[in-house]
């Protein structure tokens, strides 16, 4: 299959590049590198340095059979310093696939995020994750499209970012461990979440993007403990 993977030079889409190249497809990656690297590259993928907020896919790929939408600005607190950056990217971007799906029948899957389940006018972050499971579901009801959303809980493995702003949890506390700082603790400790290795997620992105199964919602990807 000829697939597209948005976001194909950062965490989770080098670790789902990794798997689709193995497995024999042809991949090619759009990211804007704001924080994917080429040094997750797979040699034996295609990379565009481009934002899908501007990107012509009609004129650069003529031919997909699958799109796997994880390009975002991903990370909470940043998204309180970028607002409107945060809404271009994840709102116009996710809209800007989906028209394109739209016009030539092609499969979606949307990488959605367990913020859903809290209040999405905690960050813009969080509305703009929600505004994009939203037009999903418009282009789903409205024009037809083929799409699914996988909603993602906390993910960590290879490639994750060590960065203090932009990484998540655990990658935060790798770096503090290897720095041998003091792991950040917010609020009390007690809090409780849901983490799940990214090969698991890797394989339910691609069971649900090459299988048949269709969610009316969406799949949640986690381990259901916290």
Known sequence: MNIVVTGGAGFIGTNLINRLVAGGHKVTSIDDYSTGTPDNHNKNAFY?????????????????????????????????????????NNVLGTVKVLDYAKKNKVK?????????????????????????????????????????????????????????????????????????????????????RDFIHVDDIVLGLIKIGLGFKHHEDAWELGTGKN
């Not at 059979?65 to 940043?78: K, V």
């Not at 083929?146 to 993602?152: D, P, W």
Request: a neutral charge; one cysteine or more.
């Open 48 to 88: 565009i340095h481009q934002s899908v907020t501007s990107f012509d896919f009609e004129n650069y790929i003529p031919k997909v059979d699958l799109i796997f939408h994880l390009a975002a600005m991903s990370r909470i607190q940043p998204s309180f310093d970028n607002p409107v950056s945060t809404f271009t």
């Open 108 to 192: 979606v899957v949307y990488a959605g995020s367990s913020s859903k389940w809290h209040d999405h006018t905690d960050s813009p972050y969080s509305t703009t994750k929600f505004l994009g499971e939203e037009a999903c579901k418009l282009y789903r009801k409205a024009y037809d499209v083929n799409v699914e959303i996988a909603r993602f809980y906390n993910v960590y493995g290879p490639y994750e970012s060590l960065d203090v702003k932009n990484g998540n949890v655990i990658g935060i506390w790798r770096k503090q461990v290897e720095l041998k700082k003091p792991l950040t603790i917010v609020g009390d400790g007690q809090q409780r």
